[in-house]
C-alpha cells in the first residue's frame, strides 16, 4: 500500500522508486562515476605531460572516485 491508500501494481512498483530517489547512494554513485570520467578525460585530453606531482594527484583522485563508486554500490546493495 502506498501513501494513498491503492494497492495497483503501478502505485506498489512506485513506492519502489520513492525508497531508490530517497536514498544517497545513487547519487553518490552517481557523482563518483561523474568524476572519475571527467578525470579520464582531463588525462587523455591533456595537450602536454603534466608535471609528476599533479600526475600522482589526479591518479589519486582517480582511485579515489573509483574506490567511492563501488562504495556506494557496495552500500546501495546491502540496503536492498
Not at 506498489?12 to 547512494?25: A, D, F, H, P, Y
Amino acid at each position: 500500500m502506498n501513501l494513498i491508500g491503492c494497492h495497483c501494481d503501478t502505485c506498489t512498483s512506485l513506492k519502489g522508486m520513492e525508497r531508490i530517489v530517497s536514498s544517497k547512494w545513487p547519487k553518490l554513485m552517481l557523482m563518483s562515476a561523474a568524476t572519475a570520467a571527467w578525470l579520464v578525460y582531463d588525462m587523455a585530453a591533456a595537450t602536454e605531460t603534466p608535471r609528476v606531482a599533479v600526475a600522482y594527484m589526479q591518479y589519486a583522485f582517480l582511485a579515489l572516485a573509483v574506490i567511492g563508486f563501488f562504495g556506494a554500490w557496495l552500500n546501495y546493495a546491502s540496503e536492498k
